[in-house]
């Protein structure tokens, strides 16, 4: 059973340096999401893609970051010029097509800005 | 604004104590209303998805019930390894394919 996968798992970077994140979705899902989650909070909602069109972007995501998914397939968000409230749990999710259809999470990718 | 509400924050069992989380929302059009459980530096794992009042779903010792304002997970003679924070998630109408959570029940199950 292939799940979503994100890569990497942990990223520790120096603030101001640029990192980009990947998440592979289940196969036959066309939906893919982004979300933040901090310490002791639930996940907040970034961008979410239906196939390779970006269809909404939450007022969260600052021009800093950019997310693509190029063919319809895997995901890529960069964040530019870390900074350290950018430490946070990126999890990315995908469904499929439908309009009530369940988001299943990756494992999530750590980042913490010194 | 479009909101979801969880409680309590924490709550501390002996296993085999059943008890119930809370989930209420501000209603603008619910399309779907959905149960995760996450475990700590892992994802959230999906459990239910509600999309109508009165509707139920069980899973082992797990049953999520929805009203037209609130969503109860219920939990029957729970184990340790039922430790965990369990999040609510609503999907509004207005609010495309995006999910609102709330912040999350952590339970502890002491044996």
């Given at each position: 059973d292939t799940g979503v996968s994100q890569d990497p798992r942990h990223k520790i970077t120096k603030r101001g340096q640029n990192v980009t994140f990947r998440c592979d979705p289940i196969s036959e899902h066309n939906r893919l999401y982004w979300y933040r989650q901090t310490l002791g909070q639930g996940p907040e909602f970034l961008t979410y893609f239906q196939n390779e069109a970006q269809l909404e972007k939450s007022?969260?995501?600052?021009?800093r970051f950019s997310a693509e998914r190029p063919k319809g397939s895997f995901s890529t968000l960069e964040i530019q010029r870390t900074e350290q409230g950018d430490s946070a749990m990126y999890l990315c999710a995908s469904s499929a097509p439908g309009q009530t259809t369940s988001q299943y999470f990756g494992p999530g990718t750590r980042l913490t800005v010194t | 604004e479009d909101q979801v509400t969880q409680s309590p924050e924490a709550l501390r069992l002996q296993e085999g104590e059943s008890s119930s989380l809370n989930c209420s929302y501000t209603v603008s059009g619910l399309r779907g209303l959905f149960w995760y459980r996450q475990d700590p530096g892992k994802g959230p794992e999906f459990l239910f998805t509600l999309y109508s009042a009165g509707e139920e779903k069980e899973k082992e010792r797990l049953k999520a019930t929805l009203t037209k304002k609130e969503s109860f997970l219920h939990i029957t003679a729970p184990k340790p390894e039922d430790s965990a924070t369990y999040l609510c998630a609503v999907r509004f109408y207005n609010q495309g394919g995006k999910l609102i959570f709330g912040q999350g029940t952590e339970l502890s199950v002491k044996p």
């Open positions: 007022r969260l995501l600052s021009d | -």
